[in-house]
């Protein structure tokens, strides 16, 4: 079955320490998305993708890196410049035109 | 930046009563998006509708869009109590990236 497998479901950040998160899709989409979401709140766009080799900041980019290398895949790089990284990480991916987003399960990142 | 604004922010009803919630938006859009997400879960996608359509159908689900009043509603029938959970509205409005709003954190009660 095609789907969107992020990895992994829990992650903890010493403080000054740079992690990634890693999210893959098999569903040949060629857009791709990472969203913050904090307790209680909506989702935040942190970075997205359109097509290989590019992408865009979103509305929070600071303290965050990402590459698209390849079409399955989208890692998120949590810098030592986040200086609030603790929240649930949600990648998801799209078709080109107006469909809806398909969501992977959520890494839930902490810093200890 | 939150473009989608939903109401009421927490609903508790009881299985069976009809729940409705309400989103609005500041910009034009192309189309709007309404999610579920369980807790600590990823959201799933439940109905798309363009800035052309007024309604939508899909089972249980019907969504309005008021484009000249930049809102939208969902409204569930015959809940179930696995219907809780928290809804979202995104509106699509330019460069192919979806805006979430806040939330409405259902409760339904068997």
């Known amino acids: 079955d095609g789907g969107i497998t992020q990895s992994p479901k829990y992650l903890f950040r010493k403080e000054g320490q740079n992690v990634t998160l890693s999210c893959e899709q098999n569903?040949?989409?060629?857009?791709m998305y990472w969203y913050r979401q904090d307790p209680g709140q909506g989702l935040r766009l942190i970075y997205y993708s359109q097509i290989v080799n590019d992408f865009q900041k979103g509305d929070i980019a600071e303290g965050y890196s990402v590459s698209r290398e390849k079409k399955e895949s989208f890692p998120l790089t949590v810098t030592s410049a986040q200086k609030n990284p603790t929240a649930f990480y949600l990648c998801a991916s799209t078709r080109t035109g107006a469909y809806g987003y398909t969501f992977g399960s959520g890494t839930r990142l902490t810093v200890v | 930046s939150q473009q989608g604004e939903e109401d009421p922010q927490a609903l508790s009803i009881q299985e069976g009563e009809n729940a409705t919630m309400n989103c609005s938006y500041k910009?034009?859009?192309?189309?709007l998006q309404w999610y579920r997400q369980n807790s600590g879960r990823g959201l799933v996608h439940l109905i798309l509708i363009r800035s052309n359509e007024r309604e939508k159908h899909s089972g249980r689900l019907r969504v309005t869009l008021d484009t000249s009043k930049k809102s939208s509603s969902l409204l569930i029938t015959a809940s179930r109590a696995a219907d809780t959970a928290s809804y979202f509205c995104?509106?699509?409005?330019?460069?192919?990236?979806?805006?979430f709003g806040q939330g409405t954190e259902l409760s339904v009660k068997p």
């Open positions: 910009t034009s859009i192309n189309n």
């Open positions: 995104a509106t699509d409005a330019q460069g192919g990236k979806l805006i």
């Open positions: 569903l040949n989409h060629d857009a």
